[in-house]
């Protein structure tokens, strides 16, 4: 008897685009898609509720939000307008540090790391700048004080945090370290390192990877980051150790804290972007907007529309450029940048 044959079915086939040819391939069935989404749907609905991190911003935005803060000052603005530009150099003169250092987790103030540490002329080298030995030196000293400030945080046991930092009981010991230079500080200049945990630590961890940044106040950006890698050890035993139970309990604080900050700090630095964009809105991106040479009529177009004349001779361009190097300088007053604009009217 001869076997029997079964029908050759005809296979279903969907157009996927692919450049610069067009393939064909199986539609996929419906019922996997919906088994698939079932079968995951608890694990969805357990962290669709946890808060989205927005993204970090360019690694340049203060610069930015000033050089475009100052295009809208020397293109013209109403006092209004002046008055919101000044406001917004206000906030990126007083809170840049920490929103610079917040945007990436790091937590500011209390003592938790390295502030405000003057520069001095000995630590140059022949080459002219920073020499790359110092920023190891920065990034340990604000390790220590990042260790020994959780004293104060936790003053019940004040005496087993100071005592991570000798060999005495449990300690921290350096097993590496990485560094990653951003730019040649010289003198004059003033830092601020900072440091934060890599990850959540747990019971069993027996290290924690930190990463450290190191500010530039001169510049107002990053000028270098370490990565190190910090062995717990038990120097009674002569061997790792895991992390302590009271230390377990503060660094997962201060996990919690960091996811926080890095929150609250990205928002804040998204909203003055908006701000100046809405600045720039009004001001030379503005449908129709001409530029305000000085002239009491402004600016107006030829009939060709290609070339500008203004109506009055133009004085007030030296006060222009006295605010535009106003806004350069990373220590303009916000007050002194407003009051010249306003000899603009």
């Not at 008055?83 to 840049?96: D, P, S």
């Not at 005495?168 to 010289?186: D, H, V």
């Not at 909203?271 to 503005?286: A, C, F, H, M, S």
């Amino acid at each position: 008897m001869p076997p029997t044959c079964r029908p050759r079915l005809k296979p279903i086939y969907t157009l996927r685009f692919l450049s610069p040819v067009v393939c064909r391939q199986p539609a996929p069935r419906a019922e996997s898609l919906t088994s698939f989404s079932s079968r995951y749907s608890s694990r969805n609905s357990s962290t669709a509720t946890k808060p989205v991190l927005p993204p970090l911003p360019p690694s340049k935005w203060y610069s930015d939000l000033k050089a475009r803060i100052g295009r809208c000052i020397m293109f013209g603005c109403t006092h209004d307008q002046a008055l919101h530009a000044a406001a917004i150099l206000r906030v990126l003169g007083t809170e840049w540090r920490e929103l610079s250092a917040g945007a990436e987790g790091f937590l500011t103030g209390g003592h938790r790391g390295l502030e405000n540490q003057q520069v001095v002329w000995g630590e140059m080298d022949s080459f002219g700048h920073v020499n790359n030995t110092n920023y190891i030196r920065y990034a340990e000293s604000a390790r220590v004080n990042w260790i020994i400030h959780f004293a104060s945080v936790d003053p019940g046991n004040g005496a087993q945090w100071r005592e991570l930092m000798t060999p005495k009981g449990t300690g921290l010991i350096m097993k590496s370290i990485k560094a990653e230079y951003k730019f040649p500080m010289t003198y004059p200049d003033t830092i601020s390192a900072y440091h934060k945990l890599r990850s959540q630590p747990s019971a069993t961890d027996t290290s924690l990877v930190l990463d450290c940044v190191i500010l530039s106040h001169r510049h107002r950006r990053v000028a270098a980051r370490t990565e190190e890698d910090i062995v717990i050890y038990d120097y009674g035993a002569a061997q790792k150790s895991s992390v302590p139970p009271f230390a377990l309990d503060a660094f997962q604080d201060v996990w919690r804290r960091q996811e926080g900050e890095a929150r609250t700090a990205r928002q804040r630095i998204w909203e003055l972007v908006k701000k100046v964009e809405g600045l720039e809105r009004e001001t030379w991106d503005r449908p129709g907007a001409v530029e305000d040479m000085g002239g009491k009529g402004g600016v107006e177009k030829d009939d060709s529309g290609i070339e500008e004349v203004a109506k009055d001779d133009v004085q007030i361009m030296d006060v222009k450029k006295g605010v535009e190097k106003e806004v350069e300088k990373s220590d303009a007053l916000p007050s002194t940048v407003v009051n010249k604009i306003h000899s603009l009217f």
